[in-house]
């Protein structure tokens, strides 16, 4: 059996992945090791808790002894998802951003240091590259330019990943992947956010103008990509994953989409103020990664609808999470800002006006 240590594996993506792995991987035992912050959810994992290649275990990144303590378990590859995630949030405070992002990845790299692991995979985000042009595609070879205290905090990640391995020899991939979206996401991120907002007949609040562009990547195709790179990816290398669909869709041109799957009015949407150092278009080149022989497959379209039906299906998952820790951040995230002209707090529609029967 091949000893595996994931990392944040009770957020949306990392649990996306366990169950991935456990479906295509029978010669892995996993240990997934997640401090369980507000976005760390063992339900996302309940269908597999029994399963004997399924271990989790509550601790946090940046904590050497609870770390080492996992790694004698004889892990052989490491698979960092965690992280704090939320653009937003890292506006309002950064230290967290920090303490896993920076101090978090040292400790992991230090832990695949001492005990001789075969791989530190990282999971890193597009973001460090900064926004990019309309026509242009960062490419790995890239500075990073991050905007955020988010984005930063995972490009100094990536840094310290490299100088592991320039230094210490610790053999690593990184992989920068763009939005992704599908089950589980915490109803912070837009997509997730606006599905369920709808669904609990709310408007929805499209930052500025609604004209920034995201590449969307399906979590299926990402975890795709994953194991392609584990498999193929040159140690030492750091690999762009992107769904390059075209044409790229603006925020409001998605928005439009997920209102249409739910046969909502365009009356839903509020223009609110937009988010401070708001990246205008991320797009990735995804040369390296395709030579090795990956594509996305999921369209943006399809992707939507299933990901739309899956929320629609689950309210069971999401509605707790809205009643608690995330109604007061989504309060004070979207209250009327004194400096604005406009309100950025979204409306409850006052009935059905503006729905077209969701
Ligand atoms: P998420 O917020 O849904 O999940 C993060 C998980 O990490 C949670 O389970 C949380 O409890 C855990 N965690 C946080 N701090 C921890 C710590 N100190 N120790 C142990 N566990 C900790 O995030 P996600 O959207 O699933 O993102 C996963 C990874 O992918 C992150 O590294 C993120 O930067 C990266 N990424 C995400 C996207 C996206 O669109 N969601 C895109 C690019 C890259
Ligand atoms: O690009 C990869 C990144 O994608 C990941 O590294 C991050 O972890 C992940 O959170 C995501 O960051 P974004 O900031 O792009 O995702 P978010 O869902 O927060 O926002 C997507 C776009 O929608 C962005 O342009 C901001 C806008 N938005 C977001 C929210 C929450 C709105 O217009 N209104 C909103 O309420």
């Given at each position: 059996m091949i000893r595996v240590l994931i990392t944040g594996g009770a957020g949306f993506i990392g649990s996306n992945y366990i169950h991935h792995a456990l479906r295509v991987h029978p010669d892995w035992e996993i240990w997934n090791f997640d401090k369980l912050t507000y976005a760390g959810n063992l339900a996302n994992l309940k269908d597999i808790e029994q399963d004997a290649r399924y271990h989790f275990v509550k601790g946090d990144i940046a904590d050497a002894a609870a770390v080492a303590a996992v790694m004698k378990n004889g892990i052989e590859l490491i698979i960092n998802f965690a992280a704090e995630s939320h653009v937003d949030r890292s506006i309002k405070g950064s230290q967290e951003f920090l303490m896993t992002g920076v101090l978090g990845v040292q400790t992991l790299l230090d832990a695949a240091k001492e005990h001789g692991a075969k791989l530190f995979y990282q999971i890193s985000t597009d973001e460090v590259y900064g926004d990019v042009e309309a026509g242009q595609y960062s490419t790995e070879a890239d500075i990073l330019r991050p905007s955020s205290p988010y984005s930063a905090a995972k490009a100094a990640g990536d840094?310290?990943?490299?100088?592991?391995?320039?230094?210490?020899?610790?053999?690593?991939?990184?992989?920068?992947?763009?939005?992704?979206?599908?089950?589980?996401q915490y109803p912070e991120k837009m997509l997730a956010l606006f599905v369920t907002n709808l669904l609990e007949n709310k408007h929805v609040p499209l930052y500025g103008d609604g004209q920034q562009i995201r590449d969307w990547l399906h979590v299926d195709d990402h975890c795709r990509a994953?194991?392609?790179?584990?498999?193929?990816?040159?140690?030492?290398?750091?690999?762009n994953v992107g769904a390059n669909h075209q044409p790229e869709l603006?925020?409001?041109?998605?928005?439009?989409?997920?209102?249409?799957?739910?046969?909502?009015?365009?009356?839903?949407?509020?223009?609110?103020t937009d988010r401070p150092g708001h990246d205008r278009r991320y797009a990735v080149d995804t040369a390296k990664v395709s030579v090795l022989g990956w594509?996305?497959?999921?369209?943006?379209?399809?992707?939507?609808?299933?990901?739309?039906?899956?929320?629609?299906?689950?309210?069971?998952?999401?509605?707790?999470?809205?009643?608690?820790?995330?109604?007061?951040?989504?309060?004070?995230?979207?209250?009327?800002?004194?400096?604005?002209?406009h309100p950025s707090f979204p409306r409850q529609s006052s009935g059905q006006a503006g729905r077209r029967g969701v």
């Open positions: 840094l310290l990943v490299l100088a592991y391995a320039r230094t210490h020899g610790v053999p690593v991939i990184i992989s920068r992947c763009t939005n992704n979206y599908g089950p589980h994953i194991d392609l790179l584990l498999d193929k990816g040159r140690r030492g290398e750091v690999y603006t925020n409001l041109q998605v928005t439009r989409l997920i209102l249409d799957e739910l046969k909502a009015d365009a009356a839903m949407i509020d223009f609110v594509k996305p497959l999921v369209a943006p379209e399809e992707g939507l609808r299933r990901t739309v039906r899956w929320y629609k299906d689950n309210p069971d998952w999401w509605r707790p999470i809205k009643s608690g820790e995330f109604l007061k951040y989504y309060q004070e995230q979207y209250r009327k800002s004194p400096s604005s002209s």
